[in-house]
């Protein structure tokens, strides 16, 4: 369960990084890069590449699966829910995977993303 929650944490800390990613202003490369430093004791790691994009629908998912994306959702609230959807709509690459299903972002309900670069997207039709 905590890894469910963890991974729809980091899903949409790793979309969202990559929406301001695409929303901040080009800067010119400096002439020299910077030397790689050590991370910070305590830093975040860097959140995995998308690699690959699998959608599921919460209907295919097992029942304790389903409560506990549910528990989640609940939490996360509207607001939270938004920024998942804006950040997919600023992914080209999810964003085209939802449309090749016949799906658009409206329809997700949660993400969670691997240490592997795969990003689960959870839909749920309208009913």
Do not use: F
Not at 15 to 38: H, Y
Not at 77 to 103: F, H, N, Y
Request: aromatic share 0%; glycine share 4%.
């Amino acid at each position: 369960m905590r890894k469910t929650i963890l991974l729809a944490a980091a899903a949409t800390l790793a979309l969202a990084s990559a929406a301001s990613a695409q929303q901040q202003p080009a800067q010119p490369a400096p002439a020299q890069p910077p030397a790689a430093s050590p991370p910070a004791p305590g830093a975040q790691p860097a959140a995995p590449t998308i690699q690959s994009v699998n959608i599921v629908d919460i209907k295919e998912l097992p029942q304790a699966t389903q409560t506990q994306v549910n528990q989640v959702i609940a939490q996360r609230g509207d607001a939270g829910l938004q920024k998942l959807r804006s950040s997919i709509d600023a992914t080209p690459k999810v964003k085209s995977a939802l449309e090749a299903k016949g799906l658009t972002s409206a329809q997700v309900i949660a993400a969670s993303m691997s240490n592997d670069g795969a990003l689960t997207l959870i839909t749920k039709k309208a009913s």
